[in-house]
């Protein structure tokens, strides 16, 4: 192998290894890695989709989004230059590194936000994300093909009656809570799922409730409120696979922008994941879009601890050198 083959190569490896961080619906990190010469491919593993809850695969391909971007994020703070394709079938997505550029200190930051990014299901404070800082956010969205739509009083109301009632489903569903008690809660020695330490001890009392995954956490969640909590939908323009898979890449760019900006974001994916309330968000749109998912956006106590990390497969389980 050349030297260049061989800097691609570590480059691409050391870009899957950092996907690794990448969040998922229910930690479940549903993507798998194949180095191949000269580029990285990414492919969904139907083994860790969500069969009851996730039938049509949009939170298994909004994760392997997730994950796709926090690789490109990786190679970008090594100064590669590269391409993306997104056939979006059997593989995912292709990346493809060109060139070495001067390496931008902005790069250098979101790379460290890998590291630093957490669900924090605690109540947030009173202190309201500044007008300032959600334009920000709605421009990162923007620049990563999706959109961020902040819903006024009026939509937070319907967003809260949106949850409860997929939430009510999700609950009368067995099948669909033995799976999930299969991935969240108590003392899990897998490396994947949410352990009861990333789980509230009780689910706060707040106007748009945070998902009851049915079962008892750890984490001191504090006693605000969500008054001062802003609530948006990220959305796009399509509903195909590759539409998800960006919407994926355009969740984690937001995720690690707030993080960035010291601001809590919580996904709240319950009500994309039933039909009706899918339905719901999509005419808070006025029918312009597709939601992706509903976000709830908020500055954390500093005195409360951050929940700690969540438990990652090993690489030599995800990334496959060929
Ligand atoms: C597509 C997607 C949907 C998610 N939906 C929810 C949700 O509805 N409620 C929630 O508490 N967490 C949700 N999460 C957060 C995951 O549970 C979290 O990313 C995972 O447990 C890994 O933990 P970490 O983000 O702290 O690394 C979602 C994450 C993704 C990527």
Redesign the pocket.
């Known amino acids: 192998m050349s030297e260049h083959t061989d800097e691609v190569t570590r480059a691409l490896v050391q870009a899957a290894d950092a996907a690794r ?7 479940t990190q549903p993507w798998r890695w194949v180095v191949r010469a000269g580029r990285l491919e990414l492919f969904g593993v139907s083994e860790r989709q969500l069969r009851e809850q996730d039938p049509s695969g949009r ?1 298994l391909l ?2 392997c989004g ?1 994950a796709l971007h926090h690789a490109q994020v990786a190679l970008v703070a090594e100064g590669w230059r590269h391409e993306v394709k997104r056939p979006a079938g059997d593989p995912l997505a292709t990346i493809r590194p060109l060139e070495r550029e001067a390496i931008h200190p902005e790069a250098t930051r979101h790379f460290q936000m890998l590291q630093v ?3 924090d ?1 605690r109540t947030v404070t009173d202190d309201a994300v500044p007008q300032e800082t959600l334009g920000h956010l709605v421009k990162v969205a923007e620049d990563h093909g999706a959109h961020l739509h902040v819903l006024d009083r009026d939509q937070v109301i319907e967003l809260a009656a949106a949850v409860d009632q997929s939430q009510r489903a999700q609950d009368s569903d067995e099948r669909l809570r033995a799976e999930q008690a299969k991935w969240v809660g108590g003392d899990r020695d897998e490396n994947t799922g ?1 352990p009861a330490s ?1 789980l509230p001890e009780e689910v706060p009392l707040t106007t748009v409730a ?2 009851d ?1 049915q079962t008892s956490g750890t984490l001191p969640a504090g006693s605000g409120h969500d008054h001062a909590a802003t609530y948006a939908v990220l959305y796009g323009t399509g509903d195909d696979a590759v539409d998800w898979l960006r919407g ?1 890449e355009a ?1 984690s760019a937001l995720w690690l922008a707030a993080t960035e900006q010291a601001v809590s974001l ?5 009500p994309v994941e039933i039909p009706s309330t899918r339905q719901t968000l999509r005419g808070m749109l006025s029918g312009t879009g597709y939601p992706f ?1 509903a976000v709830r956006l908020g500055t954390l106590d500093p005195a409360h601890s951050a ?1 700690p ?2 438990p990652r497969l090993p690489a030599g389980q995800v990334i496959e050198i060929l």
């Not at 919580?266 to 319950?270: A, K, N, Q, Y």
């Open positions: 961080f990448a969040p998922s619906i229910h930690n939170m909004l994760s997730t990014r957490r669900t299901r949410i990333a945070e998902r995954f994926g969740l919580l996904p709240l994916s319950g998912l929940p990390k969540t």
